[in-house]
């Protein structure tokens, strides 16, 4: 009975092992795995070809270009590098003017036309502002601010060649000049530097943003300079001039004169000459006259240079001692003979 129970169970068993699935082999699971990972590789490497050559033909046109956002890696950096070193051109405020339109980065292209969109005292505001008193010959600091008064960005361009040029005029306040140099302005002597072209330099204000320029005035008068100082002078810039003293105490009106070429205004030039009130009061400030040379030392006589120390005293000694015993040409005085005395000739045999 045991043999015959122990049988049975066995052909379960059996009847159990043959009903299952064979387990797959492990070599046969490692090509399978190793084929699928291939399969997905080649997908993703032609998702991603696809996808980089669509994206480098609509920057530039190359599939070989390293993208950083949207564009060439190398373009990228360079602009950042621009836009950390160089000063604004555009935004909400604008501290340095006069550097702003000095650099390369704000020029327009050669042979650009002003902005159709003009400046004019209704959509900006232009305050000059100076020291309240200046002393006669001194140099104030000028402060002119610009402001965008309207609802839309505003550009204002000025011409550069290669630099701004904003000059001062001061008048009395019955309208007459007073710092001009006298007589017409002389013509440029033959051998004066080139004309430059002018360019238009741009900055764009934000509305209600503002540029500041700040400029150097001296209160002097000025006249002609030299043709042998002029000889240097760019044509086109005026005949160079120079202070000529300070100018007298009273009440002036400092006016502004700028280059700006897209300005809208009447025929007062409240927009592109901008003024304020100064006075000129104080102790006269002039420049300090020029060290004076110390006073030369006459140089010693070469002889007592020459000569050692103790050799005037034997010289006298000498002397003395052959005007005691008759030796002719012996009568100069001590203090004279700094020279040796002559040998006396030798007598004949």
Same mark, same amino acid.
């Given at each position: 009975?045991?043999t ?6 066995i ?45 480098g ?8 270009s ?5 564009r060439?890696?190398?373009k ?12 604004p ?8 003017l006069?550097t ?23 959509n ?13 010959g001194?140099?104030a600091?000028?402060s ?36 001009? +140099?006298?007589?017409? &302005?002389? $013509?440029?002597p033959?051998?004066?530097?080139? !004309?430059? /072209? =002018?360019?238009? %330099? ?11 320029l ?6 002097v008068k000025?006249?002609?300079v ?10 086109g ?51 300090? +006259?020029?060290?004076? &040379?110390? $006073? ?6 070469? !002889?007592? /240079? =020459?000569?050692? %120390? ?13 005007k ?21 000739a030798?007598?004949?045999?």
């Amino acid at each position: 009975m045991r043999t015959t129970a122990t049988a049975i169970a066995i052909l379960f068993m059996l009847a159990a092992c043959a009903a299952k699935k064979p387990a797959e082999e492990p070599e046969n699971t490692e090509d399978t795995a190793s084929s699928d990972e291939s399969s997905k590789s080649g997908s993703s490497t032609e998702k991603g070809s696809s996808d980089e050559s669509t994206l480098g033909h609509s920057v530039g046109g190359s599939s070989n270009s390293s993208i950083v956002m949207g564009r060439p890696a190398d373009k990228a950096t360079i602009k950042d590098d621009t836009e950390k070193q160089a000063a604004p051109c555009n935004g909400m405020a604008i501290p340095d003017l006069l550097t702003s339109l000095s650099q390369a980065a704000c020029e327009l292209p050669e042979g650009a036309a002003p902005s159709t969109q003009h400046a004019q005292k209704d959509n900006l505001d232009v305050t000059l502002t100076a020291s309240g008193q200046v002393a006669p010959g001194s140099t104030a600091q000028v402060s002119v601010v610009f402001k965008n008064k309207g609802k839309t960005k505003l550009p204002l361009d000025f011409t550069v060649d290669p630099d701004p040029r904003f000059h001062f005029e001061l008048y009395t306040p019955k309208g007459a000049r007073v710092d001009k +140099p006298a007589g017409n &302005e002389p $013509p440029l002597p033959p051998g004066a530097g080139e !004309a430059i /072209a =002018a360019r238009l %330099a741009r900055i764009t204000l934000y509305p209600n943003g503002t540029a500041t320029l700040l400029l150097p005035w001296q209160a002097v008068k000025y006249k002609w300079v030299s043709k042998d100082k002029a000889k240097g002078a760019v044509v086109g810039h005026g005949y160079p001039r120079e202070p000529a003293g300070p100018l007298p105490k009273g009440k002036y009106v400092l006016r502004l004169v700028m280059p700006l070429a897209n300005a809208d205004e009447t025929g007062d030039h409240e927009v592109t000459q901008p003024r304020a009130d100064v006075e000129i009061a104080g102790a006269v400030v002039e420049a300090s +006259p020029p060290p004076s &040379e110390a $006073p030369k030392k006459a140089p010693e006589p070469a !002889a007592s /240079a =020459a000569a050692p %120390a103790g050799s005037a005293s034997e010289a006298a000694v000498e002397s003395k001692f052959l005007k005691a015993v008759g030796t002719p040409g012996a009568s100069s005085s001590a203090a004279a003979s700094d020279s040796p005395p002559a040998k006396p000739a030798k007598k004949k045999k």
